[in-house]
């Protein structure tokens, strides 16, 4: 599809509208000296030019709690499905992260269909946004996660006074309809676009010494690397490496009852592999009970697992979890070039 | 039959029974489950009838044992109900100078009027069933507890520290603020409230099951502190873990 | 001859415990006591060698129900003796998250602790099947303090929000519009309320004594002003020693207190009978309806008193809120300088002055605190009407004596547990 | 996504099953029959496991105890240690529960077909066993020998001893029993369930090992199949994992890259060696 432009004060216009219209839109704010996303209310709260966000916005199509069934227990227990799904748009989103939704797309549908996900995705508007100015952490180029080309319904790329829109939908079509004055993006609008987004690539600090492709073989010849133990020494089992993490989609399962004992929910909320009581089971077994076992789960996860069952790494390498971590062993990229550096 | 339910309180500020009289939402539902038979704070009638003891405060005197094991032998379940009745809390900062000093500091010439013992919490002195840490005590965890008692449920602590749900709450970390804390060791349940508020944690909850003080200790010396200072931060709700080691 | 033996062991619907000892023999007082049993806490040890921001957090926890008065005491306090200016913006929501307390405590005393005396029955909750409309109001107006506290303070119980020199946290502006809102609703409930107490018999008993409250030209006073005296007039808080007076008593672990008299009283009667003029007025209006004149002699009435600083308290907070929301919230992160030196905080807390007062070196670590709290200085006043009441109602049965007696003590809504934990310290200075 | 999931039911809700039947096998072991309220039929295979519901107390994973060729009703055998398993002891014929199910790649029978099936239990590892035992034993032409080896803690503690006791005596079945710790009335074997291997003589070209028990029994069941000669392909033993969907989404199960609720619970030796599910064993 052809691309557009806009200027950055048509842009707040075009926000504008779509909040008159009644849109609920989900952007990133501005949070003491970081960034969030939120519920936006006018187009001046808008941030664009963020480096990340603290939590991703797949948050928002994996809530952190979610009711699966509603039930009552009165004479003769019943129970209902909830599947709640409201249209929004998800705004100002970076293609790493883009990629992280792609990946829970693939995880909620392969299999089993996810009904509570895949309503909420359906209902979701994605507006991304290139990553100009990346996080000091970060190691997309690696996952080759810089860019994207689709997985979004519209795509922004900041040329400086205005925006090139790509269009990646029928749905980003649409919503640019309700847009002022978006003109075809001429050669020099489409070069400079090219320019930025080069430039962006030579402003990451961090990148993996393996070929993409080349991480699960890595790791088949790491497993019993005394690396593992190393690193993890200093784990707190604090869990901040998966809350933050836009490709961590594990939850828990839990029955919640209204003080009448007889109205209730059961919810999921998120888990993590990080944290003790994950593989724990009743009695007093736990399957991974030492944290050398689970720092290596989730490495496993995000450079070979993942990858193995569902063709697309389980770390696009967005460096929130390296910027949670107060330990500062939860970069997966300073994880595997370690392990590669050991295996030389 | 509603179980019947009663209050006691040690030395403590009271906030924690407050809090329970802080259930505006709850409080009329709460009642058609339970029979409150004792609650000075809030009732005249005491009843030494009850099968579910709640205990608030540190115990600090030799009376407060005996009462303590008194209620023990009646009641079926025993919750020791925040903070101070979970670690002996902030009252046992007094056990780090001795009984004379501290009488003398607070009551000058009138010092013998008065005696009390180290500050412990109720664990220290009887068995407990279940506990509700929090200074003061968190009202969801009280709510849940109750609910899991009468659904026959065990009702547990989440085992993770508070960086999960400070996480979960989309907070700054203060540490990137240049602050230091202690959520990264300390039971989460709080929801990460003091975080939240703009503050950082000092670990009223206690520790987890297994925390990693070594790596916590090394953090809290990157970022500035003494070891003297880690000791008095840890001490400011987890004191009696020191001195009963 | 009348014999009595009155022995009320840890008196209920009050903070903390205090015991009540009548005997009578052969129509002979031999003895009237009211005695302070609970366990000291020590926290003025506890401070000492602490650094500011210890002590800022710790404060709250001398008393569940006057948490934020202590806090703010305390945060005062420090203030003052680093030098520590705040803004206009803070003062504003230190008094709003102020009156959330009076609110919460008041409203607590009066529907929870002190109206099922009145009402026939030992607590609150079998007034749930009863008198179930007024325990909906009680909850009702319970939950606005409580919410209003969690606005500003960020919980409850135990303010977390609140740090020397501002505030960690700001509520939204659109938060505060939707507690205005639920403010001026409330005023329906408390016209209930009046209501309701208009028709109570209130014992009809009365001492004179000297009445102790902070006093401010400027406005009712809860957080700022000089101390006043209905005998001696105004001083600065600095003198507040010559005021309270404290000194230990065999039987109680709490201090008590007198100044001009044998005893005098501090709370909201007494800060009813020095500043009655300056209550907003719709307050005004429910004193009068509620038949409270000052200068009021009954103690019974300090119910009163509290029910008629209600009002006032939740129409302050709605002018309050309205300055905050014209001039929008701004994130101030206010310079804190340590330096060597004293400083005294006082506040007007639920049951009425409490000063703190802190030395501290040049590194901002306390070396001496001294908490002068309200309900010590009221034990005092407690005993002596206690004297004056038992000779008055001796002809009647032990139980109505002893509901009588309860019923004094309740009035006065001590909040024993904070009492306990400051005495006097003598400065060596 | 090509699909429309809005049309697509939710994962999550069970079906209502009403309990038509409770036993109590030992202590803390209770049989349950149950029959869905629609009269529809389970339609599992020997070793998948269902998830059952006790709304507000929990959902939690169970194998089914009974055969497919039982028509009708299922059943389940649970033993008591948390809080859905005592909720789910507490309920009696009449309530109701949910079900969510089948899961899991089950026992693969039809590779059996023709071939001995030795099977060794250890504890309530008999529960799925059972499953396993009475498919067999109900298409017993299908199959050549079968063979029990079935281990308890003390005498007291034998499970489902009806049933063991009918397998006893049944022809085409042999069964063995041996309990860690006996006593007067015990006049059987004594000894780990691994000491039955002697008492056995099997065609290790022609025989099929399942096993299940305790996670520590598996690395000495192993040891004495692969002392006679069985190939590590044909052990198979079904594997315990904490569980929550049962789906593979919640992760709960993984060890390593494998689900073990989508993957499994029945695994070879071969493909735990394979994937180092190490640590499941
Ligand atoms: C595939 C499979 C088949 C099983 N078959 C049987 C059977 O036939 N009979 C039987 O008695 N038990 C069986 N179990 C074990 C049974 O699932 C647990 O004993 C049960 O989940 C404990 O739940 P609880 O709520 O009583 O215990 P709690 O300790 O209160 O557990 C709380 C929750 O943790 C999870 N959990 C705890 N322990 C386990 C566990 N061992 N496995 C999986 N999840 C767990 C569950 O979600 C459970 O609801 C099986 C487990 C699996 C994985
Ligand atoms: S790796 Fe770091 S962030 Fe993750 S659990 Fe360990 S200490 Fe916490
Ligand atoms: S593992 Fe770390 S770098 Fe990779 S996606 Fe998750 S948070 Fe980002
Ligand atoms: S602020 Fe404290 S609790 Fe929150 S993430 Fe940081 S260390 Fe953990």
Not at chain 3, 51 to 65: A, F, L, Q
Not at chain 3, 382 to 391: F, G, N, S, T, W
Not at chain 4, 36 to 61: A, R, T, W
Not at chain 4, 102 to 115: A, I, L, S
């Amino acid at each position: 599809m052809t691309e557009k432009v806009l200027s950055k004060q048509n842009l707040n216009i075009f926000i504008n509208t779509l909040l008159s219209r009644g849109e609920e839109i989900v952007g990133v704010k501005k949070k003491e000296g970081k960034y969030a996303f939120g519920k936006i209310a006018d187009a001046e709260e808008v941030c664009l030019d963020y480096d990340i966000t603290l939590l991703p916005p797949s948050m928002y199509l994996l809530p952190q709690r979610e009711a699966l069934l509603k039930f009552n227990i009165a004479e003769r227990p019943v129970a209902f499905p909830v599947i709640e799904a409201n249209p929004f748009i998800l705004f100002g989103v970076h293609p790493y992260d883009i990629k992280a939704i792609e990946l829970l797309d693939t995880a909620f549908s392969t299999d089993n269909l996810d009904t509570n996900y895949l309503n909420r995705r359906e209902a979701a508007t994605i507006v991304g946004v290139d990553c100009l100015n990346p996080n000091p952490n970060a190691f997309c180029p690696s996952m080759d996660t810089a860019f994207t080309d689709k997985g979004y319904d519209l795509l922004l790329t900041d040329i400086g006074d205005s925006y090139v829109i790509a269009i990646g939908s029928e749905k980003g079509q649409e919503l640019l309809k309700g847009c002022p004055d978006t003109q075809e993006a001429t050669q020099v609008e489409l070069k400079r676009k090219e320019e930025e987004r080069q430039k962006a690539l030579g402003k990451y600090k961090v990148a993996l010494d393996t070929p993409l492709e080349k991480l699960p073989q890595l790791l088949d010849k790491s497993w019993n690397s005394p690396l593992w133990d190393e690193r993890s020494e200093s784990c707190l089992s604090c869990g901040s490496c998966v809350m933050v993490c836009p490709t961590c989609f594990c939850f828990d399962v839990q029955d919640d009852i209204e003080l009448n004992l007889v109205e209730g929910e059961r919810y999921r909320q998120k888990d993590a592999c990080m944290l003790v009581d994950f593989a724990a089971v009743a009695g007093e077994g736990n399957f991974r009970k030492d944290k050398v076992s689970r720092y290596r789960h989730r490495m496993y996860r995000k450079g070979k697992y993942i990858m193995e069952r569902f063709g697309r790494p389980g770390c696009v390498g967005c460096g929130r979890c390296a910027s949670a971590c107060l330990a500062e062993i939860a970069s997966p990229a300073e994880t595997f070039n370690l392990m590669k550096g050991e295996s030389k | 039959m509603k179980p019947k339910v009663g209050f006691f309180d040690f030395t403590s500020c009271e906030g924690c029974q407050l809090e329970v009289l802080n259930f505006e939402g709850e409080l009329v539902e709460l009642l058609k489950l339970v029979d409150i038979v004792n609650f000075r704070e809030a009732m005249t009638e005491k009843s030494d009838n009850y099968d579910i003891a709640f205990i608030e405060g540190a115990i600090t005197t030799e009376a407060g044992i005996n009462r303590l094991k008194k209620i023990r032998e009646r009641a079926a379940v025993l919750i020791a109900m925040g903070t101070c009745a979970c670690l002996g809390g902030i009252n046992c900062l007094k056990n780090f100078r001795t009984m004379e000093e501290n009488l003398k500091i607070v009551y000058g010439d009138a010092a013998h009027y008065y005696n009390t013992i180290p500050a412990r919490p109720v664990d220290a002195v009887v068995a407990v069933d279940y506990y509700l840490p929090g200074c003061p005590m968190d009202k969801d965890e009280f709510i849940a507890l109750v609910k899991a008692l009468l659904l026959n449920k065990k009702a547990r602590l989440p085992n993770y520290p508070v960086c999960v749900e400070c996480k979960l709450a989309g907070n700054v970390c203060v540490f990137e603020k240049g602050e230091t804390c202690l959520g990264p060791v300390t039971r989460a349940g709080c929801k990460a409230i003091c975080v939240t508020n703009g503050r950082h944690c000092w670990g009223c909850r206690g520790l987890v099951d297994d925390p990693n003080i070594d790596s916590e200790k090394e953090i809290l010396q990157k970022h500035g502190l003494t070891t003297a200072d880690i000791l008095e931060r840890f001490r400011h709700f987890n004191g009696y873990l020191e001195v009963s080691k | 001859m009348k014999e009595l033996n009155i022995n009320v062991h840890h008196i209920t619907r009050v903070e903390g415990h205090g015991n009540i000892t009548v005997n009578a023999r052969n129509g002979k007082l031999e003895e009237i006591t009211w005695s302070i049993p609970e366990s000291p806490r020590f926290f003025e040890a506890m401070f000492r060698g602490r650094s500011y921001e210890d002590v800022t957090w710790m404060t709250p926890r001398i008393c569940g129900i006057c948490s934020i008065a202590h806090s703010t005491a305390s945060i005062q306090a420090t203030e003052a003796a680093f030098g520590v200016e705040i803004s206009e913006q803070t003062l504003l929501l230190r008094k709003l998250l102020f009156h959330a307390e009076t609110l919460q405590s008041h409203v607590l005393h009066f529907y929870f602790l002190a109206a099922p005396d009145f009402l026939g029955v030992g607590s609150v909750f079998p007034l749930v099947d009863t008198h179930t409309e007024v325990v909906l109001r009680a909850l009702r107006l319970k939950k606005l303090a409580n919410d209003l506290a969690d606005l500003i303070g960020g919980r409850k119980t135990h303010p977390l929000t609140c740090v020397v020199g501002g505030f960690a946290k700001l509520p939204e502006v659109s938060e505060l519009k939707a507690m205005r809102q639920k403010l001026v609703q409330a005023m329906d409930d408390m016209q209930e309320t009046v209501k309701l107490f208009k028709g109570l018999e209130i014992p009809n008993f009365t001492r004179e004594t000297e009445y102790i409250a902070l006093k401010d030209l400027k406005e009712y006073a809860f957080i700022n002003g000089d101390i006043a005296s209905t005998d001696t007039g105004a001083t600065p808080i600095d003198n507040y020693l010559e005021i309270s007076n404290e000194f230990c008593v065999p039987q109680s672990t709490a201090k008590f207190s007198k100044h001009n008299r044998d005893s005098y009283m501090v709370g909201a009667l007494s800060r009813f009978n020095n500043n009655a003029q300056q209550l907003s007025p719709a307050a005004q209006k429910a004193a009068e309806e509620l038949g409270l004149k000052a200068i009021c002699h009954n103690p019974y009435m300090i119910s009163i008193a509290q029910i008629v600083e209600t009002i006032h308290v939740i129409e302050d907070a709605i002018s309050l809120i309205d300055k905050l929301t014209i001039r929008g919230l701004r994130g101030e992160k206010p310079p804190v300088k340590v330096r060597a030196g004293r400083g005294i905080g006082a506040v007007e807390a639920p049951r009425g002055i409490l000063f703190h007062d802190y030395i501290y070196d040049d590194k901002g670590i306390l070396v001496n605190a001294n908490c002068v709290i309200p309900t010590n200085q009221n034990h005092n006043n407690i005993q002596k009407d206690m004297e004056a009441l038992v000779p008055e109602i001796i002809d009647q049965s032990q139980e109505e004596i002893t509901l009588r007696l309860e019923m004094l003590v309740r009035a006065y809504d001590p909040c024993i547990s904070c009492s306990t934990h400051f005495l006097k310290v003598k400065f060596t200075q | 996504m090509t699909k429309h999931p809005s049309e697509e039911k939710s994962l999550y809700l069970p079906r209502v099953a009403e309990i038509t039947s409770v036993e109590t096998i030992a202590q803390k072991e209770k049989l349950f029959e149950f029959n869905f309220q629609d009269g529809k039929e389970l339609g599992h295979k020997p070793g998948q496991f269902v998830e059952i519901s006790i709304f507000g107390i929990g959902e939690m994973p169970i194998s089914i105890s009974s055969s497919p060729t039982k028509k009708g009703a299922f059943e389940l055998a649970v033993r008591a240690v948390g809080d859905v398993t005592n909720a789910l002891h507490r309920l009696s014929k009449g309530a109701t529960v949910g079900i969510r199910g089948p899961f899991g790649n089950g026992f693969p029978v039809d590779e059996f077909t023709g071939k001995d099936v030795l099977v060794i239990a250890g504890g309530i590892g008999l529960f799925p066993l059972r499953s396993l035992i009475n498919y067999v034993v109900d298409n017993r032409k299908n199959f050549g020998r079968l063979i029990i080896l079935s281990g308890s803690k003390t005498a007291n503690e034998r499970m489902l001893v009806n049933e063991l006791e009918r397998w006893q005596v049944m022809e085409g079945v042999e069964l063995l029993e041996t309990v860690d710790i006996g006593n007067e009335k015990w006049g059987g074997t004594i000894g780990p369930v691994t000491t039955l291997f002697s008492q056995i003589d099997i065609i290790p070209q022609n025989t099929f090992a399942v096993t299940v028990g305790p996670p520590v029994m598996y690395k000495f069941v192993i040891g004495e199949c692969q002392k006679k000669g069985i190939p590590d392909e044909r052990i198979l033993m079904s594997l315990e994992r904490r569980m929550k969907c049962g789906v593979g989404k919640c992760g709960h199960c993984q060890i390593n890259g494998v689900y073990v609720c989508q993957e499994g619970p029945v695994f070879s030796y071969a493909r735990i060696k394979k994937d180092k599910l190490t640590e499941a064993i």
